[in-house]
């Protein structure tokens, strides 16, 4: 198995930090606390997530930085619903027509709909205050839920750049699904699983937070193990490289232990 990725620039997950590339087709913006990424194609941009509000001016940063404009964005892909990931989504959509796609089961939760409320479960005072803090730097108290979505389903690939295609991965929400670009080598995970807990700090493969059903979800990560691609990308936490066979298997050891 391949290392874990680690650089440097991970030591502080809350310093502001510059959006990096990842890949020849992979960029990420945002840290190791709230990210998005960025996939680049001759045909244009599809965006992955879209982090908090404040994310924007990182968003275009990036975009130059590859020589693009949000002219070249052709779409977003959320992995789920959750605010934390719907940031500058209408935005998009509103101001230069970029369609956002969310699976079926979500397209609600991302318009604002009710949510269940999981319980918090272990957590500490620093790494909760600072996630607070950053999403509040980052404007996460004033989210812009979507008011038109494009509802996608397990299996469907995306006439969109990189030819995203939707694996559904319910259990952290009912419309949770990976995102896999083979183009990037990457697989884009959401919140269905993590490498930073926002609730706690601890680092590496493990279950994310605020998840509806967990058994749920712990079993739905094996749908990673057929997937060719050596990136998993959360949406909270570093990126990750190695086997996606082993993944299902260093998650449940995490959530036992």
Same mark, same amino acid.
């Given at each position: ?9 991970? $030591? ?12 020849? $087709? ?50 977003? @892909? ?22 956002? $796609? ?11 709909? !009710? ?36 509802? @996608? ?21 009912? /419309? ?24 706690? /700090? ?10 509806? !059903? ?36 260093? @998650?449940?050891? %995490? %959530?036992?232990?």
């Amino acid at each position: 198995m391949m290392a874990n990725y680690r650089s440097h620039s991970y $030591h502080d997950p809350h310093r502001e930090r510059h959006p990096m590339k990842l890949g020849p $087709h992979l960029h990420r913006i945002g840290n190791d606390v709230v990210a998005a990424y960025l996939v680049d194609t001759d045909d244009g941009v599809t965006v992955i997530d879209a982090g908090l509000a404040g994310h924007w001016s990182e968003l275009l940063t990036e975009l130059t930085a590859m020589g693009r404009t949000v002219q070249d964005v052709r779409g977003v @892909v959320l992995t789920h619903g959750d605010t934390d990931h719907l940031g500058f989504a209408e935005r998009l959509r509103r101001e230069h027509g970029v369609p956002v $796609h969310v699976h079926a089961a979500d397209a609600d939760r991302a318009r604002g709909g !009710d949510k269940p409320k999981p319980s918090l479960g272990r957590w500490r005072p620093g790494a909760v205050l600072g996630f607070l803090a950053y999403a509040v730097r980052k404007g996460g108290l004033r989210t812009t839920y979507l008011t038109e979505v494009v509802e @996608v389903h397990d299996g469907d690939v995306l006439p969109l750049p990189g030819a995203p295609r939707v694996v559904g991965m319910p259990g952290h929400s009912p /419309g949770s699904i990976a995102v896999h670009v083979p183009v990037a080598d990457a697989v884009f995970v959401g919140d269905a699983l993590t490498t930073r807990d926002v609730l706690t /700090g601890r680092t590496g493969l493990q279950p994310a937070p605020f998840t509806d !059903d967990p058994a749920q979800a712990l079993d739905a990560l094996a749908r990673l193990a057929d997937l060719d691609a050596t990136w998993v990308l959360p949406g909270h936490g570093a990126p990750w490289r190695g086997d996606l066979a082993a993944v299902q298997e260093q @998650v449940r050891r %995490a %959530a036992a232990g």
